[in-house]
């Protein structure tokens, strides 16, 4: 199964959720864990799983050879994105707003435009046991997430259980993320402003025919309008975290709540079993156990 975990804002507990839930699944199963918030990944300050593998990405830049250039300006035709200016005798290429998408080489009619690949971030991995990290870095000063997540998306390995991290937000990389889940797992906090942004991503998984189900962090605030929009527009709880001092203790110091308090394993299985019914998974598959150790 493949489940993506999203919030409509930042600092709900994506992170929380997403590597405790892969901690508690490698005790029964292969897992991968992808960290697709590629601007700021950080799963692995919980898991501190050794890098082991480390890939550049690129993406196509158009490179004009200006002595076969008559300067027609087609290709600034084509380019819906604007990264190319096509002036009386100069061609001007904006690399920072380059898609590579190709239009401009493959429509270009004096065959006068090349790509050449740009490094945007970087790709890594790293394993112990049952569980395996993948993870993007997308480069400082580069503005296009999406290219990172789709590569960091090619090294699922579809003989595992998949947990997607995505970033926060509504955005293309959010969707560029959960595209492709079986389901989607929306965090929120009972705040106005965390009700907010939950109905803007339960939105949009709609729209992009992913089921969803809400996971509401530090419970106790008065969660009552969230309980009642999940309620009139059919969006399961599937779990509710407290809020908890000593849940904000163990996560301030980088100790996973599966580590520091033993008894929310078993919610974490529970909460798993209870999305692999809903999408027609049945039981979760036991494993070799060879992840068990590490819990």
Known sequence: MILSIASGKGGTGKTLLATNLALA?????????????VEEPNDNLF??????YSQFVYIPIPKVDETKCNYCGKCSEVCVYNAIAV???????FPELCHG????????????????GKPVGVVEKGSLGNLE?????????????PPIIRAV????DAKSEII???????SCPVVEAVEGSDFCLLVTEPTPFGLNDLSLAVEVTKEIGVPCGVV???????????????????????LKIPLDREIAVLYSKGIPLVQGMPQWREAFLGLFENIAARVGRGKMPEGSGEGKDRQ
């Not at 998408?101 to 050449?116: K, T």
């Open 164 to 170: 997607i991290d995505v970033s926060p937000g509504t």
């Open 153 to 156: 998306k090619k090294y699922i």
């Open 25 to 37: 699944l490698s005790s029964k199963a292969r897992v991968q864990l992808l960290d697709c918030d």
């Open 101 to 116: 998408c190709g239009a401009c080489s493959y429509l270009c009619p004096e065959v006068a435009i090349v790509e050449e």
């Open 216 to 238: 509401i962090n530090r419970a106790g605030m008065a969660e009552g309008e969230t309980e009642r929009y999940c309620r009139e527009h059919d969006v399961p709880i599937l």
């Open 133 to 145: 990290l993948v993870q993007g870095k997308l480069n400082v000063g580069e503005v296009m997430a």
């Open 87 to 93: 002036l009386p005798q100069k061609v001007l290429v």
């Open 47 to 52: 898991l501190r799983l050794p890098v082991s």
